[in-house]
């Protein structure tokens, strides 16, 4: 059994292949950052039209890379949602496309359900149930995961997500985007304590994140301050410790009130060495387990869309033309296996 997975959902074109005996045969990741980098963002129809120059070549190339002709595809994988409705439609169609005329089953994947599986690529697996934060460029949610299909969200962002306020805070310290990775090589220079920013939300029993204030508090620090390069790297480190230290609180707390011993950190964050070393030193003291994916899983990818194809092809086959996406597509309305 063999799926092909096909991710479109913002600024990534990536194609995949994955074995259910033999595990991953390809992975293939156009990045769209240098497109995108003019603007400080991206531009929804220029991802959608890029999309659309680079996914038949990626295909061909991801089969030639497995040493695979079509006819040795089971089964095709999508991305329906959450994401850019341009970007979707891409991914959509020509998974649609090729499912009905390769003679095989089209399966649509819930983009944040393949972040939460992420981890079960790696050999060191996670059982069920556990706790996962997923902590993305479009999305910062604690989710009680217990199987796959079946989940309960506990918390999310009321405003901006975690890698959105990294990518706009870089902005302001001058930084390229995608500037969350930059930030973090700046903030490894910077001075701790230099200056000290706010762990937003972290005195209330809520699990619901908001990072909003904590770049206004940024951007304010920034203004009132001579940029050296030092100073850029002292306000890159108090802003990374205040985000850090804000899902730290917060994961600490949803794991008092659920009681589980396992963590799950997922999405594009989940790469931050500072996040994952902190988070690793928190869940040894309550003597639990923590997974996370390595850094080409952990941004947008086609092998964990690919893996959910895998999970799913039997209760979610369909041979329709239709075409649908999800843009605000909610883990909580997908069908338990």
Known sequence: MRILGIETSC??????????????LSNEIYSQAKLHSYYGGVVPELASRDHTCKIAPLILLSLKRANLYPNQINGIAYTAGPGLVGSLLVGVTVGRTLAFSWNIPAIPVNHMEGHIM?????SNSPKFPFLALLVSGGHTQLVIV?????YKLLGESI????????????????????GGALLSQLAKKGKQK????????????????????????????????????Q??????????????????????????????????????????????????????????EIFYSRPEFCTDNAAMIAYVGMLRIKSDISKELSIEVHPRWSLTELSSL
């Open 11 to 24: 600024d990534e074109t990536a194609i995949a292949i994955y074995d259910k005996q033999n595990g991953l």
């Open 118 to 122: 992420s981890p079960m690529l790696e």
């Open 146 to 150: 217990n199987d796959v299909g079946s």
């Open 159 to 178: 405003d901006d997500s975690v890698g959105e306020a990294f990518d706009k805070t870089a902005r302001l310290l001058g930084l390229n985007y995608p």
């Open 194 to 229: 230099k200056f000290i920013f706010p762990r937003p939300m972290t005195g209330c029993d809520s699990l619901n994140f908001s990072f909003s204030g904590l770049k206004t508090f940024a951007a304010n620090v920034i203004r009132n301050n001579y940029l050296d390069d």
């Open 231 to 288: 100073t850029r790297s002292d306000i890159a480190r108090a802003f990374e410790d205040a985000v850090v230290d804000t899902l730290l609180i917060k994961c600490n707390h949803a794991l008092d009130k659920t009681g589980f011993k396992r963590l799950v950190i997922a999405g594009g964050v989940s790469a931050n060495y500072s996040l994952r070393n902190k988070m690793s030193i928190m869940i040894k003291k309550r003597k639990g």
